[in-house]
T-cell receptor, first 114, second 114 residues
Framework: AQSVSQHNHHVILSEAASLELGCNYS??????LFWYVQYPGQHLQLLLK??????LVKGIKGFEAEFIKSKFSFNLRKPSVQWSDTAEYFC????????????FGSGTRLSIRP | EAGVAQSPRYKIIEKRQSVAFWCNPI?????LYWYQQILGQGPKLLIQ????????DSQLPKDRFSAERLKGVDSTLKIQPAKLEDSAVYLC????????????FGEGSRLTVL
C-alpha cells in the first residue's frame, strides 16, 4: 500500500532562514504529489502540486518542491521564510489507476521566530 | 465562490452516544471526501464519493461509522456508538472530478468524546 513519510515533526526557524521539509513516499508506479498547508485557524489548502513534466514545481507564496523519482522524494523548499509561513505542512500522494485517493503524511509543524 | 460548508464546528458527546456531521461541497464538485484527522496526525481518508456512489470506503469502520451522499450533493457522516478514540476533526473535502488531485477542504468538525 502507498504511504507518505514526513520525518520532521516540528521545525523552528528564524525569519529569512531557508526552509526544506522532507517528504518521501512509497509507491512504484506513477504518482501525483502535493503539498498542502494549514495556517492557524484556517482550513487545509493546496500549496503546490506535481503531475508530470518539470520536476521542479513552483507554488504560491514563494514555495517550490522538487520531485526526485529515484529517491521517491518531494521535498518542499523556500529560500527565505517569513513569520506568516508559520503553519502545518502536509505532503500527499495520489497513486494508482483508480479514482483520486489521496494519502496524506503526518505533517510538519513549522514555527517561525520573528 | 462559496467554499465547502461543514456543521457543526464543534461537538462534545459521551461515549456510546451518536453524532452526525453534515457537509455541503462546492457547487458542481462531483467528488466528495470525508477525512478523519486525529491530533498530531495527518488526515486519514474514511470514504470517497463520486456523485452519489462510493468509490472507496476501505478505511471506514463500518461497524460504527456510516456515510451517505444522497442526490450526489451534500453528505452526512454518522458515528454510532462513539468511542473515545473517535475524538478527532472530521474534514470534508470536494474536488471537481476524478484525478484532479486538488481538494478543497471545509473547516472541519471537531468531535470530543468523553
Amino acid at each position: 500500500a502507498q504511504s507518505v513519510s514526513q520525518h520532521n515533526h516540528h521545525v523552528i526557524l528564524s525569519e529569512a532562514a531557508s526552509l526544506e521539509l522532507g517528504c518521501n513516499y512509497s509507491y512504484g508506479g506513477t504518482v501525483n504529489l502535493f503539498w498542502y498547508v494549514q495556517y492557524p485557524g484556517q482550513h487545509l489548502q493546496l500549496l503546490l502540486k506535481y503531475f508530470s513534466g518539470d520536476p521542479l514545481v513552483k507554488g504560491i507564496k514563494g514555495f517550490e518542491a522538487e520531485f526526485i523519482k529515484s529517491k521517491f522524494s518531494f521535498n518542499l523548499r523556500k529560500p527565505s521564510v517569513q513569520w506568516s509561513d508559520t503553519a502545518e505542512y502536509f505532503c500527499a500522494v495520489n497513486a494508482g489507476s483508480s479514482a483520486s485517493k489521496i494519502i496524506f503524511g503526518s505533517g510538519t509543524r513549522l514555527s517561525i521566530r520573528p | 465562490e462559496a467554499g465547502v460548508a461543514q456543521s457543526p464546528r464543534y461537538k462534545i458527546i459521551e461515549k456510546r452516544q451518536s453524532v452526525a456531521f453534515w457537509c455541503n461541497p462546492i457547487s458542481g464538485h462531483a467528488t466528495l471526501y470525508w477525512y478523519q484527522q486525529i491530533l498530531g496526525q495527518g488526515p486519514k481518508l474514511l470514504i470517497q464519493f463520486q456523485n452519489n456512489g462510493v468509490v472507496d470506503d476501505s478505511q471506514l469502520p463500518k461497524d460504527r461509522f456510516s456515510a451517505e451522499r444522497l442526490k450526489g450533493v451534500d453528505s452526512t457522516l454518522k458515528i454510532q456508538p462513539a468511542k473515545l478514540e473517535d475524538s478527532a476533526v472530521y474534514l470534508c473535502a470536494s474536488s471537481p472530478g476524478v484525478n484532479t488531485g486538488e481538494l478543497f477542504f471545509g473547516e472541519g468538525s471537531r468531535l470530543t468524546v468523553l
